[in-house]
């Protein structure tokens, strides 16, 4: 086990360097080069909108730009059983992908319910000067 602290963003960027080399197995079609361009834009996204989340300008900003990283992420999740059953790619290969997709996908909606909780305290909490 790794004594490295977790790091949500290498996660998301090493997720992103996956979704990308799946898809340069994908055939050279029509299809092929479709879904292998949604998937690489929604399978990278959340790594590049999460950074914007860490420099939210307000806690709304930041569950909004929260709620779009987990939006991209059910995408890809979306994409990645479509390209399962176009049969391009063995289950076995992308398995792991699916699996740490879904992880990703509940990380962000627990931080989200995180965030809304935080921001509901806020606003009940007492004003104290």
Known sequence: MSNKPFDL????IDFAVKVIKLTEQFPITFAGKHLGGQLVRSGSSPALHYGEAQ??????????????CAKELKET???????????WISYEKIESLLNENNQL????????????KNKEKEKNAPVTS
């Open 9 to 12: 963003e290498d996660r998301l």
């Open 55 to 68: 420099s939210a300008e307000s806690r709304n900003d930041f569950i909004h730009k929260m709620k779009v």
């Open 77 to 87: 999740f979306s994409c990645l059983k479509l390209i399962h059953k176009m049969e």
């Open 105 to 116: 996908i509940s990380i962000f909606v627990k931080s989200i319910d995180t965030a809304r």
